[in-house]
């Protein structure tokens, strides 16, 4: 059943650049895939087929006149509905924003058009991207496609299965305690979220100024890196983005691990994962060591305090964010969602301002006692193996949901207190056939490392290349 959906989103560039394949060719089987898939996965929530067949009609004359093509040209894509494009929906997976049309559009998705690509769907996601999960009271909730009754990892929900199923040849998420890097790992795609102020947010909804990051999820660690060299660097519109140079992410993907220490947590995100996921991740250790890497045991410091820290300044930020809906509007939050955010209205601003002050020293620290010792930290994206949606649905569950709940994204929210470039791609799978991640985390504005890396470990894995039952042609899991 193989058709140019399953093309790579590097491929599917290529094949347009080289007039192999239209741009109207690959939007009519993303759309006939997204088609045949979506009943069952829930993946989007508004698709404008009139307007993508218009962008793609522009695209292949373009070709056909021998204008000078971007690095995405041709290439349709959907993202998660939180990202503003003038005069399109953009619910933000809420009742609150159900009939919002921006008048604005952000500065990644204008860059993605600048190379060449074009936007065809909104992709469902956590409401107002705030959930490890995929649960969604206003849309429905997004179905994990290896096995229907799972999650599949949030917020970016929607964003992962589309990808997964190949609907999509890449998908911006958003990432603030896991959200990029969850989906990717639950939905066995690949998924990172740049170092802090690295890619612009201007005109993306808002989750945690602190913590909010703008990243792709794709087929590739390859498919990642090209698109990042698109989306990142300063933006005049967005005065927190860095000043960085934006380096070429896809020329440093050689394969070459020599010499490079990858660090394995002897205290933190490894010791309570499940077995499961923890042969895997060895497995992947293996493979990154035979590439040529060196495996460092170590320990990592102020976990505790990191863990703590975090959670203080998302629950704080999202709370004053949602300040005004909150007191008009509570009725139409989700029962979790009001909770968290009622209790970010609990926080002394000692807390939060301790939890801000403490940041840079933080991070000072981590860096030399973590990266003094190697130059990429691995660890299992998800520590255990996948939950259902029934087993994490805290807003109807009984005692004990919250902690399954909670536990998903519990080794991706330390990274988004310190800020660090830190990608997940597939490594396996579960006894129930889910797949599990590995997650790379480097030095602040490393992604060129943590995405050689991942690359490195795809060029002698397949795990990437797989895709769910219903793509290839099978019923998909409909029990747990």
Not at 221 to 245: F, K, M, N, Q, W
Request: hydrophobic share 45%; charged share 20%; aromatic share 6%.
């Amino acid at each position: 059943m193989s058709t140019l959906a399953d093309l790579s989103l590097v491929e599917a560039a290529d094949a347009v650049a080289r007039r192999e394949a239209t741009s109207a060719e690959l939007l009519a089987a993303c759309l006939a895939r997204l088609d045949a898939v979506n009943p069952q996965i829930n993946a989007t929530i508004w698709v404008d087929r009139e307007a993508a067949h218009e962008a793609a009609a522009a695209a292949d004359k373009a070709v056909q006149a021998g204008a000078r093509l971007g690095r995405l040209h041709g290439v349709p894509l959907a993202h998660k509905d939180m990202y503003y494009q003038a005069g399109r929906p953009c619910t933000c997976g809420s009742a609150i924003r159900r009939d919002f049309v921006p008048t604005v559009t952000c500065t990644v998705i204008e860059r993605l058009a600048a190379a060449g690509a074009y936007s065809f769907a909104g992709l469902n996601m956590a409401e107002f991207a705030q959930n490890p999960t995929g649960h969604n009271r206003a849309f429905g909730d997004c179905h994990n496609p290896w096995s229907l009754p799972y999650i599949t990892g949030g917020s970016s929900s929607g964003s992962g299965a589309a990808v997964a199923c190949a609907a999509t040849y890449a998908s911006l998420g958003s990432d603030t305690g896991g959200s990029i890097r969850l989906p990717a790992s639950a939905c066995g795609v690949t998924g990172i979220k740049p170092t802090q102020t690295r890619v612009s947010r201007y005109g993306v909804m808002p989750l945690s100024f602190s913590a909010d990051n703008v990243g792709p999820l794709a087929r590739s660690a390859r498919d990642c890196a090209r698109i990042l060299s698109v989306i990142a660097g300063h933006d005049p519109r967005d005065p927190t983005s860095a000043r960085e140079p934006v380096a070429d992410y896809e020329a440093a993907l050689d394969g070459d691990l020599r010499g490079l220490r990858v660090g394995v947590p002897t205290n933190a995100l490894v010791t309570l994962a499940d077995a499961p996921v923890l042969v895997a991740f060895e497995a992947a250790l293996s493979v990154l060591a035979a590439r040529g890497a060196t495996i460092v045991r170590l320990e990592l410091p102020l976990m505790d305090a990191i863990t703590a820290y975090v959670g203080v300044l998302s629950r704080v930020e999202a709370a004053a964010i949602h300040a005004r809906w909150m007191r008009e509007r509570p009725q139409d939050y989700a029962v979790h969602l009001s909770a968290r955010l009622y209790a970010g209205y609990a926080v002394p601003g000692a807390y939060y301002v301790e939890a801000l002050a403490q940041r840079g020293p933080i991070l000072k620290r981590f860096a030399r006692d973590v990266f003094g010792q190697c130059d990429v930290l691995a660890s299992p994206t998800i520590p255990t193996c996948l939950p259902t949606l029934a087993e994490t649905d805290i807003d109807h569950g009984p005692p004990g949901t919250e902690q399954k709940f909670m536990a998903v994204s519990v080794n991706t929210r330390p990274f988004n207190y310190l800020g660090l470039p830190t990608t997940s791609q597939p490594c396996g799978f579960d006894p129930n056939g889910l797949p599990i991640g590995l997650q790379l985390a480097g030095r602040p504005f490393a992604e060129a490392r943590v995405l050689k890396l991942a690359d490195a470990y795809q060029r002698d894995t397949s795990w990437h290349t797989l895709r769910p039952p219903a793509v290839v042609g099978e019923a998909p899991m409909v029990t747990a």
